[in-house]
């Protein structure tokens, strides 16, 4: 995915003339500039997330039910858009210690894409949907964070490894980039035309799927490369693991801001209720919450992250993850319609 550091220091000449506060002034000017331009960012994001109904659990029931995969090719559409938007960002360095990483493919990553699939099929929804879900109102989700940190906390005292990064083939400019960002905008290009093609009737204050999908990658893709540490999971591990209170702050008020775009999408719609949760969906929450919270620690990272950061970075560990979340999430799903059914899949 994109990593970002923000401890660059401005240095005047010795011999220049400008006082010596200035340029701790304007860093601090700088990173002010920055975590308004994070929030504002957040909020589309949250905004567009409810919008398009964004969820790895939807998608994966398109599938299972033989349904057209609109919410898949949509996902692949913001990932497309994220390239497109984090990449020129960092070659153009628009923040010191911008660049772009890969990881590999191993066993604790599989295994944490598994756990990280059978808690979103546990908790009805992923993280993008979780977030778009409560925008609508599911107070249950509220719970979700204390499992997610559970899990985390269980997998840090267990690992003592962490994963291999190295640089992208995208963290420079250099021809073969180019290449990847020709088929970016070529990959975003048909999946648009084709969710366009496919649009259905819809409430008119509802955007288009393919809008929403533009939007989602446009503002993740200038978070991730911005500030990579501004989700949920980063707020959770940096936190509770780590004990960076900086990065916290940062990653506060930005979480906040994508729950309240999610929440004026979702009023937007006239489809704000609040849904109280009963003591099944609680635990059914916290259960879900804490497997995907072993899942992020072990992989690591969120399918949020995975999609809008891992994947346009040509991660091959972003791939693996993504794809082994999805089957994980179809099988799921398939075999409890099986057993629902008493053992016939409808076609």
Known sequence: G??????????HPPNSTTPRGCARCRQNTAYSWLDFALC????????????GGTCLVAAADELAKRHPPRILIGLVSAS????LVAVPLVWAAAIDGLTI????????????????????????????????RLGNGEVRLVALPFGLAAGMLLIDRARHDRIAMWPSLLAEPSV?????????????????IILAVSEVSRPRARWPLA??????????????????????AQLLQHSLLLHDMRTGIVALPAVAASVMGAFAASAGQGNMGLQEPSARDLLRTLFGGFLMG???SLIPGGNDGLILSAVPALSPGGFAAVLTMTATILI?????????RGGRIDH
Do not use: E, H, K, Y
């Open 176 to 192: 073969q980039g180019m290449v990847c960002l020709l088929s970016f905008l070529i990959i975003l290009t048909l999946v648009s």
């Open 80 to 83: 497309a858009t994220a390239g």
């Open 2 to 11: 994109v990593q970002c550091g923000r401890n660059a220091v401005l240095v």
């Open 332 to 340: 799921g799903l398939v075999g409890r319609r099986r057993l629902a």
């Open 40 to 51: 504002v960012l957040s909020f589309g994001f949250g905004f567009a997330a409810n919008q």
């Open 294 to 296: 072993v899942g992020i």
């Open 101 to 132: 990483t890969a990881s590999s493919i191993d066993s604790s990553l599989l295994a944490g894409a598994v756990a990280f699939g059978i808690g979103a099929l546990v908790n009805d929804t992923c993280l993008l949907g979780s977030l778009a």
């Open 211 to 232: 809008l929403s999908m533009l939007v989602l990658g446009v503002t993740g893709g200038a978070l991730f490369a911005l500030s990579p540490s501004w989700t949920l």
